[in-house]
Structures are given as C-alpha cells and as structure tokens.
C-alpha cells in the first residue's frame, strides 16, 4: 500500500495549526514572502500529517513556538498573576498577625511589636518574587531607543 494513504488523514484544525507556525515562521524571519505563500497554499491542500510534516520539516519549530509572542505575553501574565496571589497571601497573613497581636495586647497589656518578624519575612519573599518577575534591567519601556 502507499506510504500516503497509510499516514493518518489531517482536519481543519490540523492544517490551521500548520499554517499558524508558518506565520510564525515568517514573523520571525525564517521564510520569505513567496516560500510563505507556497508552503501555506500547500497546507490547506494536504490531505495528510505526512504531508504536513513534509511542509514543516526543514523549520525549527520547538524555536519559533519558544519566541512566540502570544506564548511570551501568556507566561508573563501568569508571572503577574502569581504575584498578585502571592500578594493577597501576604495581606492576609498581616491582618491575621496583626489581629492577634492586638488581641493579646488588649488584653494582656503586652505591648511588644512581635508581628514586625512575621511581616518582614514574608515581605522580602514577596518583594523577591515580585523583583524575579520584572528583574531591574527589563523595566518597562527600556527597550525604547534614546
């Protein structure tokens, strides 16, 4: 039997991947104008993933997926994401502490700031993951030519 018709047969979603790395592939300056044209026009004409593959084979995908922009701006608002609930965690963690303290203050007439260790330790985790996520060299807009 033919190599092609024993290779699995591809669906719309399949090819409009396929056609997806190629833009990327063009973006990013791995395929020019007409190759682009080409190969996209093959895309939407293959039949099967052997085919597909055939299309993708000489690009470097794992590469141009890594420098995907979407890709880029999902995992930087995740980081983002992860510092808001960290932050959340921390304010709730001060409250708590804080209740207490002035619970046992009120009632005890102990007046020792004992929270300030609490509070102080968890901020610097804090401070430290929110530093990791936008590290001083990659401030918004240092990228901006003077």
Same mark, same amino acid.
């Given at each position: 039997m033919d190599q092609q018709l024993m290779a699995p047969r591809v669906g719309d979603r399949d090819r409009e991947r396929a056609a997806a790395r190629l833009g990327q592939a063009l973006a990013q300056g791995y395929l020019d104008l007409g190759e682009y044209d080409q190969r996209v026009q093959a895309v939407f004409g293959a039949h099967t993933t052997a085919e597909l593959r055939e #299309?993708? @084979?000489?690009?470097? #995908?794992?590469?141009?997926?890594?420098?995907?922009p979407r890709r880029r701006a999902a995992r930087a608002e $995740?980081?983002?994401? =992860? +510092?808001?609930?960290?932050? @959340?965690?921390y304010l709730a963690m001060t409250v708590v502490v804080l209740t207490v303290w $002035?619970? +046992? $203050?009120?009632?005890?007439?102990a007046t020792y700031f004992w929270p300030i260790w609490p509070i102080?330790?968890?901020?610097?985790?804090?401070? =430290?993951?929110a530093l990791g996520i936008h590290p001083a060299g990659k401030r918004l807009g240092s990228n901006v030519c003077r």
């Open positions: #299309l993708l @084979a000489d690009l470097p #995908l794992e590469r141009i997926r890594r420098a995907d $995740a980081a983002r994401r =992860s +510092v808001r609930i960290h932050l @959340a965690g $002035a619970a +046992v $203050a009120a009632t005890t007439g102080l330790g968890a901020g610097i985790g804090l401070v =430290s993951h």
